[in-house]
């Protein structure tokens, strides 16, 4: 199993573009999470998925969407990139609506000038 | 509102020691707890999972316990090696999400 992958693993936007982050796991787990990691705050959670069709928004949810079409895939997108969105964003799964052990993905660094 | 704090925020050890590491939380109505490792530049390896209703965990040279009563974890690592240099981070399961709360970790560095 390649467990949860995330591409890509580093990205430079510039303000006020668009793009989306890649989160796929092959461990069937229905539980999938969107985390940013910022120096001194810890993670947050950004949007959660319980199942296929169904999401919901974390702590910070403000300039990000997803969606989740098939159990596997978790995509992340940011809408108008804005500087305060540099960081370090983690997905990660589990098999069930978190009582399971948290699988996490390598991670992707994203700068926006 | 559950908080969950990790003292010290960094610890330096020399290799061969035993050492513990602590994570408080506020509000015992928890789920689960969960011990993570994050070497740099990377992603966060599950550790130990302890259940609500069980008191430790054991992995080889890691001991999680869990109390619940007094709000605490605490992560043992026995016979410390350089290769176990990285930042812990433990979260507890809580609410009726089941949403992670998060620690801000401990930075380990084990001295050869």
């Known amino acids: 199993n390649a467990g949860v992958t995330q591409t890509p693993k580093f990205q430079v936007l510039k303000t006020g573009q668009s793009m989306t982050l890649q989160c796929a796991q092959d461990?069937?787990?229905?539980?999938m999470s969107w985390y940013r990691q910022d120096p001194g705050m810890g993670l947050r959670l950004i949007h959660y998925s319980v199942g296929a069709g169904i999401t919901d928004q974390g702590e910070v949810p403000n300039g990000y969407n997803v969606s989740r079409s098939t159990t596997e895939d978790f995509p992340l997108r940011l809408l108008s990139a804005a500087p305060s969105q540099t960081s370090v964003y983690f997905c990660a799964s589990s098999y069930s609506r978190g009582d399971g052990t948290q699988y996490f993905g390598p991670g992707t660094r994203l700068t926006v000038l | 509102k559950q908080e969950v704090t990790q003292i010290p925020a960094a610890l330096s050890v020399p290799e061969g020691e035993n050492l513990v590491l602590n994570c408080s939380f506020t509000?015992?109505?928890?789920?689960?707890l969960q011990w993570f490792r994050q070497d740099p530049g990377k992603g966060l390896t599950s550790l130990l999972l302890?259940?609500?209703s069980q008191r430790e965990q054991t992995s080889g040279r890691l001991n999680a316990s869990l109390d619940k009563s007094s709000g605490r974890s605490t992560l043992y690592i026995a016979a410390s090696q350089p290769g176990d240099s990285a930042t812990y981070l433990c979260?507890?399961?809580?609410?009726?999400?089941?949403?992670?709360?998060w620690g801000l970790g401990t930075s380990l560095a084990v001295n050869p």
């Open positions: 461990m069937n787990h229905e539980y």
């Open positions: 979260a507890v399961r809580a609410g009726n999400n089941r949403k992670l709360i």
């Open positions: 302890i259940q609500s």
């Open positions: 509000d015992s109505a928890i789920y689960n």
